[in-house]
């Protein structure tokens, strides 16, 4: 087991911080860096080593697949940045401090953990991250026309519905199935 840590900022990290230390230049630093580090780590190079495959085809195959992850990654992104417009870094901070995932936000630093093998689930990683907040912002989506103040879609179906409406075929087949 791996662990890769990306660093841009060493500022402590303490979950459950009052609202005023949330607030000081350094809290602020790490939020507007988050979605930066995010980045940053999905546009690393892989690492594929050549020897754990042996062969041209299935190494090609394999780069490929990954190169599909790190897009799949900004089509996220670009959906999430317009799902939480203007506050897209505090709740990604936010989320990535409070996971107990492989993919955490841990003393300013963005700490990655792998399971069998870095080069191919790093990328999936960031997205899963994306993914959740995504269903969450839909879930969470309220029509301020009613008077009884509903949610806008009714259960998992109709969520999954609006959100492949706003991406390809294969990031809704990946993470929103």
């Not at 939020?31 to 580090?37: F, S």
């Not at 080593?49 to 897009?71: C, L, M, P």
């Not at 689930?121 to 879930?139: D, F, G, K, T």
Request: hydrophobic share 35%.
């Amino acid at each position: 087991m791996h662990t890769l840590i990306i660093s841009f900022t060493y500022v402590s990290w303490l979950a459950g911080l009052p609202t005023e230390t949330l607030k000081s230049p350094e809290m602020a630093n790490i939020m507007k860096n988050t979605i930066e580090m995010l980045i940053s780590f999905v546009n690393q190079r892989p690492g594929l080593d050549f020897a754990d495959y042996g062969d041209a085809k299935i190494y090609n195959a394999e780069s490929r697949e990954i190169t599909k992850d790190r897009n799949d990654f900004f089509e996220l992104l670009a959906l999430f940045n317009l799902r939480y417009a203007g506050k897209a870094n505090a709740i990604l901070t936010t989320t990535l401090t409070n996971s107990d995932g492989r993919l955490t936000l841990t003393d300013g630093r963005l700490v990655y953990t792998s399971g069998q093998y870095f080069p191919t689930e790093y990328r999936p990683a960031a997205c899963r991250v994306l993914s959740n907040l995504i269903w969450q912002s839909y879930m969470n989506e309220i029509d301020h026309s009613s008077p009884t103040q509903s949610p806008v879609y009714k259960d998992g179906h109709e969520i999954r519905k609006a959100i492949k409406r706003n991406l390809s075929r294969r990031v809704g087949r990946n993470y929103f199935n």
